[in-house]
């Protein structure tokens, strides 16, 4: 019998060091899950993925936009300039056949390229190529249930996390000119993940765009805090890819823009938007001037300020 109990009890005790083992493996993966998702070199870049089709239905278009910063280069004294748009390519770096075609408009774009995407470096490069200026567009936490939760900024990233995509992006693309956030409704209104973000971009020297996916976003308030220039989206031209709302996009574009002298409107990579921009570089703007976003950085003299739609 004491044979048995002993031949017994020693598989018991093998049993209780292969659970225990077992359970010390399955949380150092998990928290090796967790920080690697967090890292921008592990971003989901299989060669299926693709952008989603709609992003975040923008800010209220009776949120006031917000003018950009003032050139350092005033105009003399009773000179005009003529109203200027800049245009932003969201979400590229799917596809280098849109990029493409993109560079062979004979109309001044600013591309925004999402890290981790099949074609990501290929685009980023191409862009640099062509001297296309270029953005970083960071994937930033959303609000809802039904949008990608593949982000790279949250409200519960820390401040550590933010501090070294920001350094990462920069290095891997150091000719791009600033960041914009792609998604990002929940992640820009929140003042703490703003705060730590304007904080972690001062160093670069770099520009943000707000694409203002929020009408509650502080991305403009922390940055002029922190002392990073930064810039805010006045027009969403595709978010619904009607001709009709397309139509009411552009002339409000114009609109804005000849009230206040500058405006930057965004559209994405969709081939009903593809047509809007061939329209727009075929067809005469009248006295609105098409400008890259540097280019529109250095012609205006205003302070930033908020302005009515």
């Known amino acids: 019998m004491r044979f048995r109990s002993r031949r017994a009890i020693v598989p018991f005790w093998l049993l209780l060091v292969a659970a225990a083992w077992a359970a010390g493996y399955s949380v150092a993966v998990w928290r090796n899950a967790r920080i690697v998702g967090e890292r921008i070199a592990d971003v989901d870049i299989r ?28 105009p003399s004294p009773g000179s005009r300039r003529a109203p200027c748009v800049a245009i932003i390519v969201d979400d590229m770096g799917s596809s280098m056949r849109v990029a493409r075609d993109l560079a062979a408009m004979p109309l001044p774009l600013t591309w925004a390229v999402i890290p981790g995407q099949p074609r990501t470096e290929s685009v980023a490069a191409f862009a640099r190529e062509k001297e296309i200026p270029m953005l970083v567009h960071m994937p930033m936490e959303p609000v809802g249930n039904g949008y990608d939760k593949n982000f790279l900024i949250g409200v519960n990233t820390s401040d550590d996390v ?10 891997l693309y150091p000719w791009a000119i600033g960041m914009n956030n792609h998604m990002g409704s929940r992640a820009t209104a929140d003042r703490n993940v703003m705060r730590s973000l304007m904080k972690a971009m001062k160093p670069t020297g770099k520009i943000f765009v707000d694409s203002r996916t929020t009408a509650s976003s502080v991305a403009v308030e922390e940055a002029a805090e922190a002392g990073v220039p930064a810039l805010a989206s006045s027009v969403f031209l595709d978010h619904e890819a009607t001709p009709e709302y397309m139509e009411r996009q552009r002339e409000r574009m114009f609109r804005l823009a000849r009230k206040h002298g500058r405006v930057i409107a965004i559209i994405h990579p969709r081939p009903k938007s593809l047509e809007l921009l061939r329209r727009l570089a075929e067809t005469p703007s009248g006295d609105v001037r098409f400008v890259t976003l540097p280019e529109l950085m250095h012609n205006g003299n205003e302070p930033m300020r908020r302005l009515a739609p």
């Open 162 to 171: 933010i501090r070294e995509e920001v350094r990462r992006v920069f290095l």
């Open 47 to 74: 060669p299926d993925r693709t952008v989603p089709e709609h992003s975040e239905r923008p800010a209220s278009p009776d949120v006031p936009p917000v003018a950009i910063p003032a050139s350092q280069d005033a």
